[in-house]
């Protein structure tokens, strides 16, 4: 079928064109971007959470939640007083740059310092679309088993960083992280990979610090 | 883009057509077919290798396992003596019943009781393609979080099972099971729910019934 092709390919052309301009914007304004994956569940909105209550006194943080319905995470980063923005998908799989361009403009969101996207819940999907961010992370929840880099290996190899996720909950579940570790290095060998716990607090200093050095890095590459 | 819409009737049609035959076939032969579907890590291999312990020794099991990458999954079920045929999909977010079709030419599976399909795990774009199944069963992890129904609403509308697993962790993780059946009381009030945990083997034994129930129904209605 040549015309799903053609669809496929114009599509992805079309995104690729809003994701430049998105790309030169956030680069305008000297903000990092950052797109987050993973299957639903993983805990994305609670990383979100465990980040804004470590850096929101510093730096100026805001959201844009992708669902397929309700409002639900977006509601949970302004409880703690983070502007937040979602959009609803309908039955759509993935965020793309369209939808991320038509948000900002809704939300007007003052110039921030660091902006999330918390892309739909899945590992697939989102993977082909580019939404102008400065690096795609993946989450992976130890309770989801350690296979999952071989079995969605395109996600793992495009993240910059892998942040591994619910970390207290190693002592009851079967989990083999260094088997995580193995499948990562060989499908990403320049990823990170950053094994936390948001209700322990485990982690959740490397991953912050990780996103200071790089907006640090991003404004000095400006200057 | 009126050209994207055409393409995806003319494949859920094509896809319509095969599953139509599929469905024939089971039919025809008395097996009850089951199509598995959740996120990445929900459970959907370990339910069906706690179903093969418990009933392969009355009833003829066969698996047709779908995957982006790696044979892992059908391996596991072939351990346990299950004929086990794996689709790799490339990138693929879902199973569509061509592929089943194709597969089961392929497998040269015998006439067996109960066929299982285990899709892509996703819990969005498989909701849209039959298999041909005799119904659907939709996975929870109690890890997953209790939002879930209302933010994925499409699967657990349309299945007729749901099955909450890994109930052994309830003790360790946040998760209101009674907001879990609410919602999906709301989204879909003829449908069973079972919570399980194939480590403790809880529930177990009535999910095992609940097939050996529809196949005895399914072959009563045929004679």
């Known amino acids: 079928m040549p015309e799903t092709i053609d669809v496929k390919q114009r599509i992805l052309a079309a995104n690729e064109a809003a994701a430049k301009l998105l790309r030169g914007r956030a680069e305008a304004n000297g903000t990092l971007v950052t797109n987050l994956i993973s299957s639903p569940g993983s805990g994305k909105t609670t990383l979100l959470e465990a980040t804004v209550r470590t850096l ?19 509601e949970r980063l302004r409880a703690l007083g983070v ?4 959009i ?18 809704l939300a007007a969101f003052p110039l921030v310092d660091l902006l ?21 992370v993946v989450l992976l929840s130890v309770t989801e088993g ?19 996720t619910k970390s207290d909950l190693l002592p009851h579940v079967t989990f083999d992280l260094d088997a995580v570790r193995r499948q990562v290095a060989s499908l990403n060998p320049d990823g990170r990979l950053l094994v936390t716990s948001a209700r322990s607090g485990d982690g959740i200093g490397d991953w912050c610090g990780l ?10 590459a400006r200057t």
């Open 116 to 136: 999330f996207i918390e892309n739909v819940g899945n590992l697939i999907c989102p993977t082909s679309y580019d939404l102008g961010e400065d690096f795609k």
């Open 211 to 220: 996103l200071e050095e790089r907006l640090a890095a991003k404004r000095s």
């Open 56 to 74: 929101a006194s510093r730096l100026r943080v805001a959201v844009i939640e992708g669902d397929i319905a309700t409002e639900r995470d977006a």
């Open 83 to 86: 502007p937040a923005h979602q």
């Open 88 to 105: 609803l998908t309908g039955g759509a799989c993935h965020l793309d740059a369209r939808q991320v361009d038509a948000a900002l403009q």
């Open 146 to 164: 350690e296979d999952k880099p071989f079995k969605y290996p395109a996600i793992f190899a495009k993240a910059a960083v892998t942040v591994i």
